[in-house]
């Protein structure tokens, strides 16, 4: 089974390697590993994230750590380019860098050159060499905010590497009863449920935004409808939206950001309308929709929305629907939503609702907008769903603590 897998490592990065010549997150994922030069440290403490979503996800417990442990070296690794590229100059860690690929001699060579006292990955990220190496090398592995589901590899017949190297793990901080059942069935006891870590970050940042004067200036007194992370799929309906309520003002912030992205969304609104945020100093009052071209601001954007609406629900999955909720609206979200615990919660309490098509966008959205109790009674059962679930960063950082 190693072999195969081993195999499959290689194959991915020669894929990886064909399609960079005309994807350019591809290429940045070959370059930045090639390019990059792994720095000798001393006693670090590593944290790994996917991407920036999962960064996002484990920022509470790293802030913690660093508050903890000033004199210790931070490491972070991503495995995506949406993670390393935007957060590579991080004031919260003295070096990041991109995973290198995920060998045996490579995951050797890292783990013996940054010498980590402890190692931290967030949910989903299982690499078996690395995880080897950490065991060998005698490194506590922790892994925060996991969730695990039955269709999940670790649980079919042939998943006997992937159970292999949850015993490698030191200590499962999971994010519900499910997942440690799930675990125990494995034989697994060490086990903590703690909750993810997203309700703190999300209810952190709610409770002290960064202000964003030219988007106060922007939605004036109107009421403002926010639409985070989309995708084609998202932006076709929102255009039929838009184009029904006229007296709203709309952002849009796709989840890609290059040229032709833009230019998509641009394509379906009214140009004399609609604008970018890297012109919003040429905003005029005819200006009602306003796309944002850059990374980076959403999370401060949703303290101005009075509804949201959370991409990628007709692609692979939605995108974080907390960061909104977090400040108190209503949530829109497309089908695609059954591995997300947290909107499936939302829904059951009618703090979030999910469309299928845009017939059921215009009437669920034409709902909220125009009966303003059924708004603001919806949006605070989601913030009080936030409220209620923080804590996780606490539970985890207060067990590392006492174990060094």
């Given at each position: 089974?190693?072999?195969?897998y081993n195999f499959g490592i290689t194959l991915y990065y020669c894929l990886l390697y064909i399609v960079s010549i005309f994807n350019n997150k591809a290429k940045l994922w070959i370059k930045g590993r090639q390019r990059q030069q792994v720095q000798p440290l001393e006693s670090s403490i590593w944290f790994h994230f996917a991407s920036l979503g ?351």
């Amino acid at each position: 089974m190693l072999l195969l897998y081993n195999f499959g490592i290689t194959l991915y990065y020669c894929l990886l390697y064909i399609v960079s010549i005309f994807n350019n997150k591809a290429k940045l994922w070959i370059k930045g590993r090639q390019r990059q030069q792994v720095q000798p440290l001393e006693s670090s403490i590593w944290f790994h994230f996917a991407s920036l979503g999962e960064f996002e996800q484990g920022r509470p417990v790293l802030e913690r750590m660093r508050q903890l442990y000033p004199g210790k070296p931070f490491v972070i690794t991503f495995f995506s380019p949406s993670g390393y590229e935007v957060r590579r100059n991080t004031p919260l860690a003295d070096a990041v860098y991109y995973l290198p690929l995920d060998t045996r001699r490579k995951a050797r060579k890292f783990v013996e050159a940054i010498k980590p006292d402890m190692a931290i990955f967030t949910k989903y990220e299982y690499w078996y060499h690395y995880f080897d190496q950490l065991h060998q090398q005698h490194v506590p592995l922790y892994i925060i905010s996991g969730i695990f589901r039955p269709g999940q590899v670790f649980f079919k017949w042939y998943g006997g590497l992937h159970r292999k190297m949850l015993k490698l793990v030191t200590w499962f901080f999971v994010q519900d009863a499910d997942s440690k059942h799930l675990l125990q069935g494995l034989g697994k006891s060490n086990i903590t449920i703690s909750g993810d870590t997203r309700f703190d970050r999300v209810w952190a940042n709610a409770q002290a935004p960064k202000p964003l004067p030219e988007i106060a200036s922007f939605k004036g007194d109107s009421k403002l409808f926010i639409a985070g992370s989309t995708w084609p799929a998202d932006e076709k309906l929102l255009a039929a939206l838009i184009a029904k309520h006229p007296d709203w003002k709309f952002i849009i912030a796709p989840h890609e950001i290059g040229v032709d992205k833009i230019g998509h969304v641009l394509s379906l609104l009214p140009g004399e309308a609609t604008t970018c945020y890297s012109q919003i100093s040429n905003l005029t009052s005819q200006i009602s929709n306003l796309i944002i071209d850059n990374i980076g601001m959403l999370s401060s954007l949703y303290q101005y929305a009075d509804i949201a609406y959370i991409g990628g629900g007709f692609g692979a999955g939605i995108h974080n629907t907390l960061e909104a909720a977090a400040f108190g609206m209503p949530v829109i979200i497309g089908p695609k939503y059954d591995k997300f615990k947290e909107a499936k919660d939302m829904i059951a309490m009618e703090a979030a609702f999910s469309i299928n098509s845009e017939e059921e966008l215009l009437s669920t959205a034409g709902s909220l907008m125009d009966d303003e109790i059924f708004r603001y009674r919806t949006s605070k059962m989601g913030q009080r769903y936030v409220e209620q679930h923080i804590g996780a960063t606490d539970a985890i950082v207060k067990y590392i603590r006492e174990k060094h």
